[in-house]
């Protein structure tokens, strides 16, 4: 078999490297696990010989109250399918759901579906619907993630574009869902290595995707009032958050935090340098970095350590060397908060004194 290439990796019986005495001590002692492939193996010839699924969850309910969503990826094209789910046991109606419209679309059946050990791909229902229609059955080792590397991958990219785009326009963890769906709708329409030259969708498809309707998730999106559903004095057009695009019309979906509504239009005005929620505040002069105390933050604390003193004076740029006053730090000088007594000039000495021991407490 070896001569005439009939088989891959067949070892040479009878020589020593392969056949040496195993060490039962280090064995005990030392064994680690075997490596995962570096590259995969087998890459599917056409569309659906095999499908990558896997299951990811969160605490964070969504918009929908959903926890879960199921990813569903064809191995051949690497175009990726989401549903979302407020518990696993939906999983298999999904699936249902998938199948029908893929193969409807594709004209062929799934042949193989690749997943983990999770318990909502091993239900009696599920198992018994597989053997009746043909599909193999492809499950990773138990705390072997690597297996199922596609779908592992996919999700980890779908949830790092989702929490990048959160992030971006400081939106609330609830809208996790319409990130998560717009991040699949993004990756179906760009090219990824897997697919040479061409985008996932048109893959699939044969068409080139059209991406002239893409707008910046998150920017605030003017929706338009039609005249029957407003008076003659009454706004035109209702401020949200564009957060995705319509699977089954040509329309946006947009959200208003104010109703917590949903409005879905095709007549929308989109100011994408514009978020709802304000940006986070960065001090004008960075971070403190090395002790440094930056010159427009404003120091209220108390005495921690080294000799006490009636007054300090240092600029903003000198190291902190362990004695922090109540004090606010301005061009050099040090006044102090309106928590102490103010002392004058012109003031007596027992005035003077009253403030000297203010400024010690």
């Not at 990813?71 to 690497?78: G, K, L, N, V």
């Not at 699949?184 to 995707?209: L, S």
């Not at 998730?217 to 338009?224: D, L, N, Q, R, S």
Request: overall charge positive; proline content about 4%.
């Amino acid at each position: 078999m070896e001569k005439q290439n009939l088989v891959r990796g067949l070892p040479k019986f009878g020589t020593e490297e392969v056949m040496s005495k195993v060490c039962e001590t280090c064995q005990l002692g030392k064994q680690a696990r075997h490596p995962f492939p570096a590259q995969t193996t087998h890459v599917s010839s056409k569309p659906l010989e095999m499908i990558h699924s896997d299951v990811w969850t969160t605490k964070t309910e969504s918009i929908g109250r959903c926890k879960y969503y199921v990813s569903f990826i064809d191995d051949h094209t690497r175009k990726v399918w989401v549903y979302f789910m407020k518990h696993k046991g939906e999983m298999f109606q999904h699936f249902l759901n998938f199948r029908a419209m893929v193969e409807k679309k594709k004209g062929v059946s799934i042949k193989c579906l690749r997943s983990d050990g999770g318990g909502e791909y091993f239900s009696n229902e599920f198992s018994e619907y597989l053997k009746e229609h043909g599909i193999q059955r492809k499950y990773s080792c138990s705390y072997s993630p690597q297996q199922n590397g596609v779908a592992e991958r996919k999700n980890r990219h779908i949830v790092e574009i989702a929490c990048a785009m959160l992030n971006e326009k400081n939106l609330p963890n609830y809208f996790w869902a319409e990130t998560v769906a717009i991040a699949m709708y993004i990756m179906n329409r760009t090219p990824i290595v897997a697919v040479h030259d061409m985008t996932p969708k048109e893959k699939f498809i044969g068409k080139k995707p059209d991406v002239s309707h893409l707008r910046v998730f998150g920017c605030i999106a003017y929706v338009h009032v039609l005249d029957e559903k407003r008076s003659k004095l009454d706004p035109k057009a209702e401020k949200c958050i564009f957060i995705g695009y319509s699977l089954e019309q040509k329309r946006y979906r947009c959200s208003n935090p104010s109703t917590r509504k949903l409005q879905v239009s095709r007549d929308v005005v989109f100011d994408e340098m514009v978020s709802w929620y304000p940006p986070l505040k960065i001090a004008e002069d960075g971070e403190a970095r090395n002790g440094d105390v930056p010159s427009n933050v404003e120091q209220e604390s108390q005495l921690i350590s080294g000799p006490q003193e009636s007054s300090i004076s240092a600029s903003s740029s000198t190291p902190w060397k362990g004695i922090l006053r109540s004090s606010n730090i301005i061009d050099g000088s040090s006044q102090t908060s309106s928590r102490n007594l103010h002392v004058d000039d012109e003031s007596s000495d027992s005035e003077k004194s009253v403030g000297e021991e203010s400024r010690t407490l």
